[in-house]
């Protein structure tokens, strides 16, 4: 969880969070918590008045209580939206069949892009790599790396309306996380609980679950 969350955010020397790691931020996450079977890791952000990290803390010994989250963070500033759900890492030695219709996107091909996903063409070197499957020269699906570390890369995932639910999803999620074990970084998946077609595409991965992401943005 350590990793991911290094992943994910910006932290200063502290372990406090800066921002998140990415280049456009719409709003400020004030505390995230990773848990898994073993331990719950903690991380607030960096102007969060130290008496209600402490509050916080104490919520949060055992169990994450969200209304009793919520209220404490409303002393602060209003909760904005509740992110939580679970977070998944790749089996490197899983075996998917490759197909040409799955390209990787650079500056020679990038106006592949140009249809479905043109915001991606401001971003295109921080977000590699980037796997499309391609149907009449467009790419109708995305993976790409959503949030990147020294360790690790988060995937993130667009398909467009028509060719969802078609199996292509988890195709071109395969083909990113080949690419960024190949760097020799950890692939990372997460998603909502409400979000059931993104964590179909992990059952069929055979992602492994790891832990639990929840955070609060103000």
Known sequence: ??????????????????????????????????????????????????????????????????????????????????????????????????????TLIDESNKNLLLQHFRELLGELEERMPIAAYIINDEAVSVCCSARISSQAAEAGLMTIEPYRGKGIGQKVVHKWSDEIFKQGLLPIYSTSWDNLSSQRVAQKLGLIQFGMDFSIRV
């Open 1 to 102: 969880m350590n990793i991911q969350a290094a992943t994910l955010y910006v932290l200063n020397e502290k372990n406090k969070i800066i921002g998140i790691n990415e280049r456009n931020q719409t709003s400020v996450t004030v505390v995230f918590i990773g848990k898994t079977r073993e331990s719950i890791c903690t991380y607030f952000h960096t102007d969060l008045p130290q008496s209600m990290v402490e509050e916080i803390q104490q919520h949060t010994l055992e169990s994450i209580h969200i209304l009793n989250l919520c209220r404490i963070i409303e002393k602060y500033k209003p909760v904005k939206d509740i992110w939580i759900g679970p977070a998944y890492t790749f089996n490197q030695d899983s075996m998917f069949i490759s197909e040409s219709e799955i």
